[in-house]
């Protein structure tokens, strides 16, 4: 049987569902434009907002007649095969020939004039006439000569539904517009649109892919940004099509200090432009490129954030020593015997102790028992397998004026909060307990108070637990009232 041939035809009124249907957000009608501008060798790109019109208006190379027959060419192919720009050498961003259809998002007409050379031309799109005639898929023009001697083109949007403000137009622009190329600039409303420069340490990006270059930056800010303005802007040709944390977004350690841009040519993305082809092999090898840089920040990040721990822990026990001092000295019959010297300042809490040494020592005091450090098979003094929460100076082992120690050890989420050793009362800065509590620092050095004197208490012996808990609360009264 022959086979027979089919029509392979497109609806008129799919033009119209291609530019209300093309963005995610109406307002990339406008980066639509402006990038537009950028890929014809514009210098200067005016953006006008009024009640009811957009204008968008550059000085580009222009268009004449062949211009404009190319310009009204769905799906034309003439930026992906001429992808540079003539006159700056500029890596031209359009490349499926729907983007001027974008007007259809927010506007039912547009119109579109052009000068270049001695040729002016004008084109209207008006959606009421083209439904109008089902076969007709023609648009009359308007052509003279050009009287101005300057080039450009001016695209005007009439009868606007959506309205935007200059600043919700320039945020956007910001991020999807090469504004850092040099000999171009982005005006709206005659305010020119400014890159944000962010302070913080920058670290280069570069790497080279079988499929091409990843280069740019990444920001560690010097101040945390609100999480929905964090991540690195991932551009194609310098317009981002995404921001991204790349499966760090719930890593904590101060994960929304980190911006920047990079730019990879080679991936793909969708006609929106606001997603990446997620399942292809250039973006999956530009994700693990990415992440695997990501990782190295996010292990400086959490350096950083230890950092900071640290310095709040650190001012934190000193703190609390400094409150649990004052309660041993307001009760000093509450202070336990330490093999350690006394300080002399403190006579009341010195008599207590030789008054309480010399009863233990004829027989008459039995349940209170000197502390001593625990000896090794050699009779040496046995020293603690300690895991220092860091090796910054800051927190040493602090000495109180009664002679216990004070420290720091990481023992993990389930170990103990806190015991004596040494001299010395540990306290597991990794304990769950202890981690929420330093969320904050008052409620950190609330929380060290009461593990600090809950260890005192026991260095006291007490008889039985109703003792050690009207101790305790003697000891916190004094401390926190």
């Not at 307002?27 to 434009?33: G, K």
């Not at 004008?122 to 089902?134: I, L, P, T």
């Not at 399942?279 to 292990?299: A, N, P």
Request: positive net charge; glycine residues 6%.
């Amino acid at each position: 049987m022959r086979p027979i041939k089919i029509p392979v035809t497109f609806d008129k009124s799919h033009i119209i569902t291609i530019g209300k249907k093309l963005y995610f957000k109406s307002i990339d009608l406008i980066r639509e434009l402006v990038n537009n501008s950028y890929d014809a060798d514009a210098t200067e790109v005016r953006v006008t907002l009024t009640n009811d019109k957009i204008i968008v208006e550059d000085n580009g190379y222009g268009m004449d007649r062949d211009g404009f027959i190319q310009y009204f060419k769905i799906g034309s192919r003439e930026k992906a095969v001429n992808n540079i720009s003539p006159r700056f050498q500029r890596k031209r961003i359009g490349e499926l020939g729907i983007g001027k259809f974008s007007s259809l998002g927010a506007a039912t007409k547009f119109e579109v004039i052009s000068r270049k050379g001695e040729y002016y031309g004008r084109v209207v799109f008006d959606q009421k006439e083209w439904d109008k005639k089902e076969t007709d898929w023609s648009v009359p023009i308007e052509e003279s000569r050009n009287e101005t001697g300057a080039n450009g083109t001016k695209i005007i949007l009439y009868d606007v539904q959506q309205h935007y403000s200059p600043q919700e137009v320039a945020d956007r622009l910001r991020t999807s517009v090469p504004l850092e190329s040099n000999n171009f600039k982005v005006i709206i409303n005659e305010t020119e649109v400014k890159p944000v420069f962010l302070q913080g340490k920058r670290i280069k990006i570069f790497s080279a892919t079988k499929f091409g270059d990843i280069s740019g930056m990444i920001i560690l800010t010097e101040k945390p940004q609100k999480f929905e303005f964090a991540g690195v802007e991932c551009r194609v040709k310098g317009v981002m099509i995404m921001k991204t944390l790349f499966g760090y977004e719930g890593f904590g350690h101060g994960v929304n200090r980190i911006a920047g841009s990079v730019n990879a040519d080679f991936l793909p993305f969708n006609s929106a432009r606001d997603n990446f082809l997620v399942d292809t092999e250039e973006y999956r090898v530009f994700y693990k490129t990415m992440r695997d840089e990501l990782s190295k920040v996010m292990k400086e990040l959490k350096a950083k954030e230890d950092e900071k721990i640290v310095k709040q822990s650190a001012e934190a026990l000193q703190k609390a020593s400094k409150l649990v001092e004052k309660a041993l000295k307001a009760r000093p019959d509450l202070t336990p015997i330490i093999n350690v010297p006394i300080s002399k300042s403190h006579t009341d809490a010195a008599k207590y102790q030789d008054e309480e040494s010399s009863l233990i020592k004829r027989g008459r005091k039995k349940n209170i028992h000197r502390v001593t450090k625990p000896k090794n098979k050699r009779g040496e003094n046995k020293i603690p397998h300690i895991n220092p929460i860091t090796e910054n100076k800051i927190l040493k082992k602090i000495k109180s004026d009664f002679g216990v120690r004070y420290g720091f050890v990481n023992e993990g989420l389930e170990g103990r909060a806190s015991y004596f050793m040494s001299d010395t009362i540990w306290v597991n800065r990794e304990q769950k307990l202890y981690r929420n509590q330093a969320k904050s620092i008052d409620l950190e050095i609330r929380h060290l108070i009461h593990i600090l004197i809950a260890e005192v208490v026991l260095l006291t012996h007490p008889a039985d637990s109703r003792q050690a808990y009207d101790r305790q609360i003697e000891l916190l009264t004094a401390a926190l009232v």
